[in-house]
């Protein structure tokens, strides 16, 4: 998996355009951690191979920040050109993103508007849902959100932010618990 996540930093850090990722990508490189945390954990800190295994970790999370800096500002430029993404250049986590940034977009877009019209501005902010951080307890389908969009399928042991109003209903059912962030 490193030398997989090597090259798509590469590939990423060296063209200018969005990239396509695996559509897998981001859960594929969580797996990827656990189990280097898994292992990590099993082992003498001041062996050989905890050593390698902690500088793979370091390696790990800067490719995936790099990765993740580098696509959220191409992301944003394709938005202030008022484009759409390349055809399945976006994963599904990505898409999300594209679509707040994109709804921010239109309404900076409407604010300008309104003053090169010399009509007093009148800008509409999307209402965002407070969200909420959950350990699911057991597999639960996919939902739509008090915001309507579509979150899971989850397994147990997945973590995800909802929305606040559909995080309490799954706690009140036992389905998840809130998960406390520092």
């Given at each position: 998996?490193y030398?997989e996540?090597?090259?798509?930093?590469?590939?990423?850090?060296?063209?200018?355009?969005?990239?396509t990722?695996?559509?897998?990508f981001?859960?594929?490189?969580?797996?990827?951690?656990?189990?280097?945390?898994e292992?990590?954990?099993?082992?003498?800190?001041?062996?050989?191979?905890?050593i390698?295994?902690?500088k793979?970790?370091?390696?790990?999370?800067?490719?995936?920040?790099?990765?993740?800096?580098?696509?959220?500002?191409?992301?944003?430029?394709?938005?202030?050109?008022?484009?759409?993404?390349?055809?399945?250049a976006?994963?599904?986590?990505?898409?999300?993103i594209?679509?707040?940034?994109?709804?921010?977009a239109?309404?900076y877009?409407?604010?300008?508007?309104?003053?090169?019209?010399?009509?007093?501005?009148?800008t509409?902010?999307?209402?965002?849902?407070a969200?909420?951080?959950?350990?699911?307890?057991?597999?639960?389908p996919?939902i739509?959100?008090?915001?309507?969009?579509?979150?899971?399928?989850?397994?147990?042991?997945?973590?995800?932010?909802?929305?606040?109003?559909?995080?309490?209903?799954?706690?009140?059912q036992?389905?998840?618990r809130?998960?406390?962030?520092?």
């Open positions: 998996m030398s996540l090597y090259e798509i930093w590469k590939r990423e850090v060296n063209d200018e355009e969005l990239t990722l695996p559509a897998d981001y859960p594929k490189v969580a797996e990827y951690v656990r189990r280097l945390k292992e990590g954990r099993m082992l003498d800190k001041r062996t050989a191979k905890a390698l295994l902690k793979e970790m370091a390696g790990v999370k800067k490719m995936v920040r790099e990765i993740t800096q580098l696509r959220y500002r191409k992301i944003l430029k394709i938005v202030a050109r008022g484009e759409g993404p390349p055809e399945g976006l994963t599904a986590e990505e898409e999300k594209f679509k707040n940034a994109s709804l921010d239109e309404t877009q409407n604010l300008i508007k309104g003053v090169f019209h010399g009509v007093p501005p009148k509409e902010v999307v209402k965002r849902h969200r909420m951080v959950l350990r699911f307890m057991d597999d639960v996919a739509i959100g008090a915001d309507m969009a579509t979150y899971g399928p989850f397994k147990a042991e997945d973590v995800a932010s909802l929305p606040v109003e559909n995080a309490r209903i799954l706690c009140k036992g389905l998840a809130e998960v406390g962030v520092n």
